[in-house]
């Protein structure tokens, strides 16, 4: 479900993403909480190519892991990678509901595959450059 990228380091976690399972969040969530517990904030980077209404709905399975560790880790920065309309979808839903939800990114963004540079850029930096 969650693959972890090279681009992983310090206090940036960068994942594609698949499918969504309990284990899978398990797993990424106490990554977030140990990143959090050394660095004090976390900035996460997730690739989500080609996802489909399966792919979308998978993803329901985290409301419970949401709800267990959301309150242990800091998210400071969240950058989606996406080419789909369901992952685009995911994003928004959460960034509609992020006021109020136990995981709630301090900035959101979504980009386009070809901005992936430019997303993790400002994933670690919180600059992403000149616009293209």
Do not use: C
């Amino acid at each position: 479900m969650f693959e972890l990228l090279e681009a992983t380091d310090d206090n940036v976690v960068a994942v594609g993403v698949a499918d969504g399972t309990r284990d899978g969040y398990r797993a990424l969530y106490e990554l977030l909480v140990e990143k959090t517990a050394n660095h004090g904030s976390v900035h996460l980077y997730e690739e989500v190519p080609n996802w489909t209404v399966s792919t979308f709905l998978s993803h329901y399975r985290g409301l419970i892991p949401d709800l267990r560790y959301g309150p242990k880790f800091d998210i400071g920065r969240y950058a989606a990678v996406g080419n789909s309309i369901w992952a685009s979808a995911l994003y928004h839903l959460w960034k509609a509901v992020a006021p109020v939800f136990p995981v709630s990114p301090g900035a959101m963004r979504y980009y386009d595959p070809s901005e992936r540079f430019r997303a993790l850029e400002w994933v670690r930096t919180g600059d992403d450059g000149p616009s293209q």
